[in-house]
Structure formats: structure tokens, C-alpha cells
């Protein structure tokens, strides 16, 4: 993975207070991670940067879609992705990004680089099934959906087979319930 300079946060110039950034992350993006499940990409991200005296805190907010492939019938469509994520940077002796939400950076530390949370929380936004919406409302035409309906098992065999228990199977389950 190369760094990108554009996700590169000067922080040391910048005074104490609220600061925004805005990013426009596409297809692209995705290719420094060689990261191909998406067929294509449309996603803002916001991120709000408060300077403190002894610390950092990053509120990152992305909204916008990503192209996936259906899991059932392989047919592309665009997933609609939301999330929220924060993020506290502190300064240490060495850096650390062992805990989900805190970065520790060495002190002397000018600018941190943002483009990995960016990256997993995309990833994260998206479910890990992926349904067309055209198979919830029914309104997708596809032939895999077509051959899924004529294989799956019809309920009215079921019924049929219930019916043909053995009669001795009942006064057996009956004992069950004279307690």
C-alpha cells in the first residue's frame, strides 16, 4: 500500500479548534489497496478534526454508494453506505494502533495520514450479504433467480410427506404429551 499524499493531515500549523476536510474517495482509491470487490465507487467522507492541547480527535462521516455484485445472483448493483467513526490521537514514546479507536503517535509527530480508517471503514459499511434490492420488492428479472425458484423445494411436498407418517409414529407422540 502507497501512501497518499492527499490524506496526509498537517496538524502542527493548525490552531487549537474544530477544523474540516472533505475527500472524494472513487475507484481509484481502492486500487492502492488492490482491493477489486467494488465494481465502482461514489463515497464522501467528512472529517472533523479537533485540536487540543494534549490530543487529537477525528470524527470521520461517510455517505454515499458503492457498485457490488449480488450474492445471490451475481447481478451488479449500487449499495447505499453510511457510517460514522471517531478517532482519538494521543502522543507517546512510540506509535501505536493496537486499540480500535486510539492512535498513539510519537511526540514531534506533525501530520498523520488517514487514508487506512478511510479504507476500512468503507469496507466495514458495507453488508456482509449482499442482496439486490430487486429480490426483496421482486421486481428483478434474472435467469439465476428463475432456475433458484424452480429448484428450491415446494411446501406443498412437505405437506404431502407429513401426510404419509405412519399412523403408529401418532399414538407414540401422544405418549408424549399424557404426562
Not at 486500487?31 to 487540543?52: A, P
Not at 458503492?66 to 453510511?82: G, R, S
Request: charged share 30%; aromatic share 10%; with cysteine.
Amino acid at each position: 500500500m502507497k501512501r497518499l499524499k492527499e490524506f496526509n493531515i498537517p496538524f502542527v500549523g493548525l490552531k487549537l479548534g474544530k477544523h474540516h476536510f472533505e475527500y472524494k474517495i472513487e475507484q481509484a482509491f481502492f486500487g492502492h489497496f488492490e482491493y477489486d470487490d467494488f465494481n465502482d465507487v461514489d463515497v464522501s467522507v467528512d472529517v472533523e478534526l479537533e485540536k487540543k492541547t494534549t490530543l487529537l480527535e477525528l470524527h470521520f462521516k461517510i455517505s454515499g454508494w458503492v457498485n457490488v455484485n449480488c450474492d445471490l445472483t451475481n447481478e451488479p448493483y449500487n449499495q447505499d453506505i453510511n457510517s460514522t467513526f471517531s478517532l482519538v490521537v494521543k502522543f507517546g514514546e512510540e506509535y501505536n494502533d493496537e486499540h480500535i479507536d486510539i492512535l498513539i503517535v510519537p511526540h514531534g509527530t506533525y501530520e498523520i495520514n488517514i487514508q487506512q480508517y478511510i479504507y476500512e471503514l468503507i469496507i466495514l459499511a458495507v453488508p456482509a450479504k449482499r442482496v439486490h434490492p430487486g429480490i426483496k420488492d421482486g421486481s428483478l428479472n434474472s435467469d439465476i433467480l428463475k432456475k433458484l425458484e424452480e429448484l428450491s423445494p415446494k411446501l406443498k411436498e412437505t405437506k404431502e410427506k407429513e401426510e404419509d407418517i405412519d399412523p403408529r409414529w401418532n399414538t407414540l407422540k401422544k405418549l408424549l404429551t399424557d404426562k
